[in-house]
């Protein structure tokens, strides 16, 4: 299994920017797909971008397309999310999620991804 810790969190004005790191031990990083999620106060979690075990294929949520990018870097073990031009409503707790296939699709399905992390407080100000 994989272990998933984040970090980068903080707190930042609106059009700032934060950069969500997220790093994996335990397994072969590059055995799984990766994604990003996020859960406001009082909501459920909703997914915010993903990418595929290469780096070669990548998918984000419409609010946060053009925005945010997801990375990889497989020799580090580590997944990132650049957060630029952020909005109050960013706000939320940012989890990495991991999910132990190579296929080419991207699922947008939490209850797909096996390996969460702890989470990260993001809190954009206006």
């Known amino acids: 299994q994989v272990q998933l810790v984040e970090s980068g969190g903080g707190l930042v004005q609106a059009g700032g920017s934060l950069t969500l790191s997220c790093a994996a031990s335990g397994d072969t990083f590059s055995n799984y797909a990766m994604g990003w999620f996020r859960q406001a106060p009082g909501k459920e979690h909703k997914f915010v971008a993903a990418?595929?075990?290469?780096?070669?294929?990548?998918y984000y949520t419409d609010s946060v397309k053009g925005r945010f990018t997801i990375s990889r870097d497989n020799a580090k073990n580590s997944l990132y999310l650049q957060m630029n031009s952020l909005k109050p409503e960013d706000t939320a707790v940012y989890y990495c999620a991991a999910r132990r296939t190579r296929a080419w699709d991207i699922s947008i399905i939490g209850g797909e991804y096996q390996y969460w992390g702890q989470g990260t407080q993001v809190t954009v100000s206006s």
């Open positions: 990418i595929i075990w290469s780096g070669a294929n990548t």
